[in-house]
């Protein structure tokens, strides 16, 4: 089931709103989280039911290792905490590896050795990266002393909680527990309900209204033309790169609105990252819960297993644990590049900020959105070929074509003397004026326009938010002629 879907809008989230707190009405507190549990496991189900058994038996074999983690009841039966520990990891990285990373082995080893080995097409269960994350995270934090969980049905509420099940923000035990534990989030708080109206009906509108609009231009460009110009190579790229940032901007903001309608804070995930103005900048303020696991539980074992901590082990444990991002994304080839080139300009950064160098923050920012937005040419790209061809248009190797109507100008059609085409200049994106427009509209957006969450904390319950709320709602829902999964939920 999706956020932005009518089944879910109408049905599923009133319904489950109206249980919830009609149960902790009645001081129900364990049936209302049995209640949520079971509304969760039916919103993954949506999707595919033979996949619940699959969550249900991670959630049971992590819970298990998770209690003889804390109870030490493996020690007394002669095995040890980090035997267990190492168990309970290297099963979820296997259950991980098998879903999603299966076939693309086999792929290079048919390709490398001509070995002729049957793909087996396992199709990825949703959401399968983001729950064994957040249970390898448990298992760490048990394992260091830091959490225990003695309540399966709390434990499972935890893991499946569906706001943020699909697609994230990934989410830490010691941070959610005492929150669905609290006498505060059994009580419907209508500020609460304010909060998370808006900022699902923004959320909804980024959605809908602006990132299902560029994913066209974006999918024409990568998926169907042969070849690009110059200029319909540069928005296809842009249109991918804002489709991205408006489709995970969206997600983020209608998964922390939900939460709130259950008294539920979810952590920020996505904080003006166009905004940056260094590579450090962006990755603090893109995918923020990733970040944070990628530092806490790839990056700082590590550049601890190195031994000695100096700044050129922690450089090299940067690029690793970038590359590690990458692959955990995707299983291609055009992932890991992704991640190697950013473990590449982190270390780059890192260096020139050890050498005190300046850079105008102006420069700052453009070198930082134009990487972000090359490399996000093989985040995108299903093939090598999709990429080589859309980053060959954007270097120019197949010229430029302009609007035909621009040879009208005696000025502007002297530039046929130097190669310059005129014709249907967007024909290869699917695009009219529209397409360059919305483009160069959405940069004064994402730069001097507050994000989702600032104007939530700014603005207080009122007509004119309420009115707000509800126009954008209305937008949005009118928009929603064809319902499209989030670009995170393949992750």
């Known amino acids: 089931m999706l956020f932005n879907s009518y089944e879910f809008i109408l049905a599923f989230l009133p319904v489950t709103l109206l249980l919830y707190y009609l149960l902790n009405g009645k001081r129900l507190a364990v049936a209302a989280n049995s209640w949520l549990l079971f509304a969760s496991l039916f919103f993954y189900g949506w ?69 002729g080995l049957p793909l087996l097409r396992i199709v990825l269960p949703l959401g399968i990266s983001f729950f064994t994350i957040t249970q390898i995270a448990f298992l760490v934090d048990a394992y260091e002393g830091l959490v225990e969980e003695r309540n399966l049905l709390n434990y499972a509420l935890f893991v499946t909680f569906f706001p943020h099940l699909l697609a994230g923000p990934i989410l830490h035990h010691s941070d959610m527990m005492p929150q669905f534990a609290s006498l505060r989030t059994k009580v419907l708080r209508y500020r609460n309900v304010y909060l998370g109206i808006l900022l699902f009906s923004m959320g909804l509108f980024k959605k809908v209204v602006l990132a299902d609009r560029f994913s066209e231009w974006a999918t024409a460009g990568f998926d169907k033309a042969g070849t690009l110009t110059f200029v319909e190579a540069w928005l296809a790229s842009l249109s991918y790169t804002f489709q991205l940032y408006f489709d995970f901007s969206g997600y983020s903001d209608m998964a922390i609105g939900i939460g709130l309608l259950f008294n539920i804070r ?20 893109w995918h923020i819960t990733l970040t944070e696991f990628i530092t806490t539980y790839v990056y700082t074992p590590i550049l601890r297993s190195f031994g000695s901590i100096t700044f050129a082990n922690s450089l090299a444990a940067i690029f690793v644990a970038m590359l590690i991002s990458g692959f955990w994304h995707g299983a291609g080839w055009t992932f890991i590049l992704w991640g190697c080139l950013h473990g590449t300009a982190l270390v780059l950064n890192h260096y020139w900020k050890k050498r005190k160098w300046w850079m105008h923050p102006a ?110 709602f209305a937008w949005a829902l009118m928009s929603m002629s064809t319902v499209s999964e989030f670009l995170y939920f393949q992750f």
């Open 363 to 472: 420069l700052g920012w453009f070198l930082t959105f134009n990487f972000a937005n090359l490399s996000f040419v093989f985040f995108r790209a299903k093939e090598w070929h999709d990429a080589t061809k859309v980053l060959a248009g954007m270097f120019g190797v197949n010229g430029l074509m302009l609007n035909h109507s621009l040879a009208k100008i005696p000025l502007l059609a002297k530039l046929g003397e130097w190669g310059v085409q005129f014709g249907p200049w967007l024909q290869g994106i699917d695009g009219k004026d529209e397409t360059w427009i919305s483009v160069a509209l959405a940069f004064p957006f994402i730069l001097l326009a507050k994000n989702s969450n600032e104007i939530a904390e700014m603005l207080k319950p009122s007509w004119k938010s309420c009115t707000l709320a509800i126009v954008t």
């Open 266 to 285: 979810l952590p920020v995930n996505f904080n003006s990252p166009y905004k940056a103005r260094s590579i450090i900048d962006f990755w603090k303020r």
């Open 47 to 115: 999707w595919d039911i033979k996949y619940v058994p699959l969550i249900l038996g991670s959630i049971l074999f992590n819970y298990t290792i998770g209690s003889l983690l804390s109870d030490g009841a493996g020690a007394r039966k002669g095995v040890s905490r980090r035997a267990i520990f190492v168990f309970g990891i290297v099963a979820n990285l296997l259950l991980l590896g098998f879903f999603k990373y299966v076939d693309f082995f086999i792929t290079n080893v048919n390709s490398a050795l001509d070995a």
